[in-house]
């Protein structure tokens, strides 16, 4: 495999990614560790392959780097001490992070960047510290799944490669290959047989997922849509085995159990029983009636705070927008609002309550003490009051009711379905592609479900565009598409680090009764909140 565009075009856009990134010729990373153990397949599969590689290396002043899907160090073969302590030095430790913005332009980072062969010679590293090594990195692309699996890079002291480790390491990386494709095989063959296991029973849906995988038995078909395979994969991926109610893209909430495979990291058997007693009501949708004279509807800007308000309020309401006042350059009228609200008999909506000074929040807690009981309500709409002010915090502690909406990185088990039900608002015949929702599942999503509308606003107008009626991870905008700024905490860590957070606000904070529920244990657990940056 070669990289389409002339060597020296690709070296030079990398340096310009990696200056972006802010990281100077002189920088001297600390090496970002992590934990590595996701890369036993390939680990697997490279073991020997690289045995018999340091067998023909021995006696040679050169190296082999081995990085895994995510650009992490997993393996360093040398016979040369120089090399090896210069290797060391340099920060090619097991679990170091070898990407562009972790270490710049490398044979490793780079290489995995460009999907293609690559050498880089001394002067063309972007670190000083690289710049006495040649490199040769080539991609190992999985024959099943045609992903990039990891990189493997031949180095050594000297301002120009080898040419004979081109070939070299073209036959390791082939090897490897061939071994990976023959992994994936055994593994397909035991989710398929324990597809069939499961399957027996013909009252219950049941489907599965591995790598380029998925099955369904005919109750499953008809329950889930492509893009609820996205949130069956997130689940794979957290390692959890407890079972889990999530929201199918039909609306439809099921109850899930996961059957997890011995010896197959990356797949599961899932069992669903829909709950036929659940109000189907689109995921975004809200209750119509509320019988509390004052309700709190708190969660981060974008999560839906004002479409549930109106969902709860008569259309006469009077609503006072506090931003839309203050970028105005008016002064919010708080007592008028209330004022008006009570001559005409409707309810009141505060938006962004937590905009407002003290004064107002005084009067805004006064106004909701003495409201009668019968009148409409008035409905508050703020961020939460943590870190806030004591008069904010009082506000939301006089309303009698109290909806806490949680941003939509908490909800990975519903961004399938959201995803669907914003596309199908656009257009009823659109349909979220599986792979989309995988991308949708690894984002961070600070923007909520706001930030979610734009880019599947945009995500359908390529699709229309085009004729198609199917939305596909391509169609989503490029820093949306899987490699964004989450992907260093994406699919296995982001989805390990909100299950331990769930876990530990599930058990108001006890790591042992965290632990329990997670089925690690403690040690483990303590490991992780620090590997994770858990801040508890």
């Known amino acids: 495999m070669t990289t389409q565009l002339p060597q020296r075009d690709v070296i030079a856009a990398s340096w310009r990614r990696v200056q972006s990134s802010g990281l100077e010729p002189d920088d001297r990373p600390v090496p970002t560790l992590s934990d590595i153990a996701a890369a036993d397949p390939l680990l697997d599969a490279a073991r020997p392959v690289l045995a018999r590689a340091a067998e ?58 460009v999907r293609g062969d690559l050498v880089i010679n001394g002067g063309e590293h972007y670190l000083e510290q690289f710049r006495k090594l040649s490199c040769f990195g080539r991609p190992i692309i999985h024959p099943a799944t ?24 073209r036959g390791l990386v082939d090897d490897i290959a061939e071994r990976l494709l023959n992994r994936s095989h055994a593994e397909h063959r035991a989710v398929v047989a324990a597809f069939e296991k499961a399957s027996r029973r013909r009252d219950v849906a049941v489907a599965a997922v591995g790598d380029d995988l998925q099955l369904t038995n005919t109750l499953a078909a008809g329950l889930l849509g492509p893009g609820d395979f996205g949130t069956l994969r997130m689940m794979v991926h957290e390692g959890s085995t407890r079972d889990r109610t999530i929201t199918l893209v039909s609306g439809i909430v099921a109850d ?14 899932f069992r669903l029983r829909p709950r036929l007693d659940h109000d189907q009501a689109s995921v975004l949708a809200a209750p119509t009636t509320i019988d509390v004279a004052s309700i709190a509807i708190c969660g981060e800007p974008g999560t839906g705070r004002s479409s549930r308000a109106e969902a709860l309020v008569p ?125 949708l599942v690894c984002q961070e999503w600070p923007g909520n479900l706001t930030e979610l509308s734009i880019v599947l606003d945009e995500a359908a107008a390529a699709v229309l565009a085009r004729g198609s009626r199917l939305v596909t991870a391509a169609d989503l905008p490029a820093e949306y598409r899987g490699s964004t700024r989450a992907s260093r905490l994406m699919g296995m ?8 957070i769930d876990a530990l606000d599930a058990s108001a904070g006890n790591k042992s009764h965290a632990a329990k529920a997670l089925g690690v244990s403690r040690t483990t657990l303590y490991a992780r909140i620090r590997a994770l940056g858990i801040g508890r």
């Open 315 to 439: 259309a006469d309401r009077v609503l006072l927008d506090v931003a839309a006042r203050l970028l105005d350059g008016t002064v919010p009228d708080l007592a008028g609002a209330i004022r008006e609200a009570r001559s005409r008999e409707t309810g009141l909506v505060i938006d962004g309550a937590d905009l407002l000074d003290d004064r107002s929040l005084r009067l805004l807690q006064t106004a909701i003490a003495t409201y009668e009981p019968g009148r409409p309500p008035i409905v508050v709409i703020s961020e939460p009051a943590t870190g806030g002010s004591s008069s904010l915090a009082a506000v939301l502690g006089r309303c009698r009711s109290r909806i806490t909406l949680p941003p939509l990185r908490q909800r990975t088990s519903e961004i399938a379905a959201i995803g669907q039900q914003l596309v199908e608002r656009i257009d009823s015949q659109l349909e979220l592609g599986s792979d989309a929702a995988d991308a």
């Open 256 to 269: 899930v159990a996961v059957d997890r495979l011995p010896g197959v990291r990356h797949a599961a058997v």
């Open 146 to 169: 045609r992903r990039v699996a990891g990189v493997i890079c031949m180095t050594e002291i000297a301002p120009r490669i080898n040419p004979l480790s081109v070939p070299l390491v």
């Open 493 to 500: 860590e982001q989805a390990e680090r909100q299950a331990i």
């Open 56 to 113: 023909v290396l021995g006696g040679t002043k050169t190296a082999l780097l081995l990085v895994d899907d995510q650009s992490r160090m997993v393996a360093r073969v040398s016979a040369d001490t120089t090399l090896e302590r210069h290797l060391a030095d340099s920060g090619a430790v097991d679990g170091a992070a070898f990407d562009e913005e972790a270490m710049g332009t490398t044979a490793l980072g780079t290489t995995a960047e």
